[in-house]
């Protein structure tokens, strides 16, 4: 149950008065009239449930005395806002502000080993023959080792059909799931949206609140044609609670695609150069999975009208661009002592007058795995103050931090643009301006990339696969805490 | 508006990293102070007597005692490993983080000196760092590596420590 107080943002002691205003002001800003973003309307609509309750004094009554039965809640998950600055000059036209947006877990909680419900999808496509295919069984066999009789396994093979090597159950028999994976044969084209569709079914017979669903999509190949199928697959997991995580081996693969895949599920898209550390994703996966101790973290945005929200990157635990034309956006996970961290970009309208003003309200909802406490939400309602002159002050280090290697990742997807549109010269540029960059915060190796692609452009005329992939999820682990 | 240094391009106002080339737009006063200028001749260290050992065991481990520091640093050492002090606003991180043990006041460089490997020996180069890198009382003239003893007293910017192999076993 939600704390109705929280959600209009007064305290449990507040007049009527109070509650009655609060409420105004909400619907000034958030109402569907006057509030274009999906956001707004979806917290408006909440806020209106919460006031039909308190706004009213028979029920308000009746409420408070169930909430005083109720032993006091834990915050299992705080919202912790910064802003790239407090203080924002006035101007008369539009200006940028950041938001990082971290969700902080309690520190009393440990980790839990959810109990995962986990579905792998193995491309065997004639492609995958090889090295490709029997790297995918041995790290396939070694995440089978980790997982326990409490988890659910299912294991989809497929090509242009689908096949169920293993179905959905409680792994009790660990040696029979691999001897499964053991016989699996390259052949035929690549199909994502079968191999999904297979893993959709199996997934969704153990999904519930209590495990950690996720979907894990193992291809090397391009999907024609059912791309549009597979996303509107994707919304479906969406409301059975199921992630998906996408890892491309090679350079055939269609990496706007699957990052839309993952980005609209809340799971994370890897780009896997060598057959040899598939195992290594795999594993990496699977420990942020088992850990997690909320699942399915949404965060919805509510702008006031006039601001903008220009794009959302989640930082940790890892690294993705969400898809933000969508409200809730999709989070993931929280881990143990960790926070989950997204980082906002706002456009602010012209500030003509000094002074306070409200910016966006976020609420980030969750499943709280620890102890199977069930869904739980964080609301923060972040305002600004204006001056005419505002004071010099530091800039928040981890903004900075952030910012910087995301600008690297900015660019780089500038010049994969430019390339796409065939503008050779801008390509150039931006990948040299990439290489620059790159060298100066000490990525020596994949500064040469960047270099010998610039080079190279000129006369083969096309961005080369490998190297898009290379700089796109190269510059993107940078924005890990760990700079892996 | 903003307009970009390195590209010319029009930057909205808040925008902290160019839109178009990634250049930092904010100045660095605004963040960090950089490295203090110390008046010249300051923190007069006198040169130790007598010379350890110039041979470094590959499988051994630099131990980097600073003054008035009870525990000291041990470092395992890479082809090069860079001393410094990390402040975030520039995206270089050296190896060897000072910034605890007073960097900023005694003059450390973000990125001051280096400590190289060779075959069996080990190497002390300054990066050019405003305050200057002292080998047992000498001023190091930047990027000319000089090989290290055991025992040899560093002084960088004001910061004096000790290096010591150690072997291990």
């Known amino acids: ?484 | 508006m903003k307009i970009c240094p390195y590209c010319a391009y029009s930057n909205r106002e808040g925008v902290l990293f160019c839109e178009e080339c990634g250049q930092i737009l904010y100045t660095e006063q605004e963040t960090t102070p950089s490295t203090k200028r110390l008046p010249p001749g300051t923190g007069g260290v006198s040169a130790k007597g007598g010379w350890g050992t110039a041979r470094f065991n590959p499988s051994a481990t630099i131990l980097l005692q600073i003054r008035d520091n009870p525990t000291p640093i041990e470092i395992v050492p890479q082809q090069e490993t860079i001393i410094g002090r990390y402040d975030g606003s520039t995206a270089s991180t050296p190896t060897i983080d000072l910034t605890p043990y007073g960097a900023y006041e005694n003059g450390v460089s973000r990125i001051h000196a280096a400590i190289r490997r060779g075959e069996d020996t080990l190497t002390l180069v300054d990066l050019g760092s405003v305050n200057g890198t002292h080998l047992n009382g000498q001023r190091l003239i930047p990027n000319q590596p000089r090989v290290l003893r055991d025992g040899d007293e560093i002084r960088l910017g004001k910061l004096v420590c000790h290096i010591y192999f150690k072997t291990s076993n």
């Open chain 1, 1 to 484: 149950m939600s704390d109705l107080y929280a959600v209009l943002g007064v305290s449990p002691e507040a007049f009527e008065d109070d509650i009655r205003r609060a409420y105004r002001a909400a619907a000034r800003r958030l109402h569907p009239d006057v509030n274009p973003h999906r956001g707004a309307a979806s917290q408006f609509r909440e806020i209106t449930a919460a006031y039909e309750v308190l706004g009213d004094a028979v029920e308000r009554a009746r409420y408070d005395q169930k909430r005083r039965q109720q032993p006091p809640e834990n915050q299992y998950f705080t919202l912790k806002v910064t802003p790239s600055s407090r203080i924002v000059p006035v101007l008369s036209e539009p200006q940028v502000l950041y938001l990082l947006v971290e969700l902080v877990p309690d520190f009393s909680l440990t980790a839990t080993n959810a109990h995962l419900n986990l579905t792998l999808v193995i491309d065997h496509s004639t492609s995958m023959n090889g090295l490709r295919l029997e790297r995918t069984k041995v790290a396939a066999h070694r995440l089978i080792d980790q997982l326990t009789a409490n988890d659910v396994l299912s294991v989809i093979a497929f090509s242009d059909r689908a096949e169920v090597l293993v179905q959905a159950a409680p792994l009790t028999d660990k040696n029979a799931a691999k001897a499964m994976i053991t016989t699996l044969q390259a052949s035929g084209s690549t199909e994502i949206y079968q191999g999904l569709q297979a893993a959709y079914e199996q997934n969704r017979r153990y999904a519930s609140k209590n495990f950690a669903n996720h979907i894990i999509l193992i291809t090397d190949g391009r999907t024609y044609g059912d791309e549009e199928d597979s996303l509107a697959l994707a919304q479906r997991c969406v409301a059975e609670g199921i992630g998906i995580s996408a890892m491309g081996i090679g350079e055939e693969w269609n990496d706007a695609f699957l990052d839309r895949l993952a980005s609209t599920t809340g799971g994370t898209s890897h780009y896997i150069n060598s057959p040899n550390v598939v195992q290594r994703f795999l594993e990496e996966r699977l420990r942020l999975l088992g850990q997690a101790i909320v699942e399915r973290v949404t965060l919805s945005l509510a702008p006031d009208p006039d601001v903008t929200v220009e794009n959302a990157f989640r930082l940790s635990p890892s690294a993705q661009p969400l898809s933000h034309e969508s409200d809730p956006l999709m989070i993931g996970q929280i881990l143990p002592r960790l926070s989950t961290s997204v980082i906002l970009t706002l456009q602010l309208p012209p500030i003509p007058q000094p002074g306070f003003r409200s910016l966006i309200r976020l609420a980030a909802s969750g499943d709280v795995l620890w102890n199977n406490r069930g869904a739980y939400q964080a609301v923060a309602d972040i305002s600004i103050e204006a001056m005419v002159k505002p004071p010099a002050e530091e800039r928040p280090m981890v903004i900075l931090d952030a910012l910087s290697k995301l600008s690297l990742y900015r660019i780089q997807q500038k010049a994969a643009e430019a390339a796409a549109r065939g503008d050779i010269r801008e390509a150039t540029r931006k990948l040299e301006t990439v290489a620059t960059r790159l060298l100066e915060s000490g990525q020596t190796e994949l500064a040469n990339v960047a270099m010998a692609e610039a080079r190279r452009l000129s006369s083969t005329r096309t961005l080369s696969e490998e190297v898009h992939k290379a700089l796109k999820y190269g510059t993107r682990r940078l924005l890990l805490p760990s700079g892996e």
